[in-house]
């Protein structure tokens, strides 16, 4: 699993779900997202630049220096400002969101 949704956060604006490109993003009862399938996560991030509330956590791989560490995202002023957590310690990172996107 790369990514965990956190349902005390979400609205429920769905904006996860439409950009899902492995369509594994569904919604509950109450209209909160979920991921069906967390083992088949690709890891792109398109959901977690979407949400712009920092529901959807992206867990960082032991391999990258993770360990336990994970990333939230929201855009500001056409940045995305990346918020890393790892122990008691938020590091933040800021994109232009435009650039970002380019691959």
Do not use: H
């Not at 209209?31 to 792109?44: P, Q």
């Not at 791989?61 to 940045?79: F, H, L, P, R, S």
Request: hydrophobic share 30%.
């Amino acid at each position: 699993m790369s990514i965990r949704i956190n349902k005390d956060k979400c609205v429920g604006c769905n904006k996860c779900i439409e950009i899902c490109p492995g369509s594994l993003i569904y919604k509950n009862e109450v209209n909160k997202a979920y991921i069906k399938y967390e083992e088949s996560c690709w890891g792109c991030t398109a959901c977690l630049k979407e949400c712009n509330v920092e529901a959807i956590e992206y867990y960082l791989g032991q391999d990258i220096g993770g360990q336990g560490a994970y990333m939230t995202v929201k855009e500001k002023n056409k940045n995305l400002i990346w918020k890393i957590y790892k122990d008691d310690e938020v590091f933040e990172i800021t994109t232009n969101r435009v650039e970002s996107n380019r691959y």
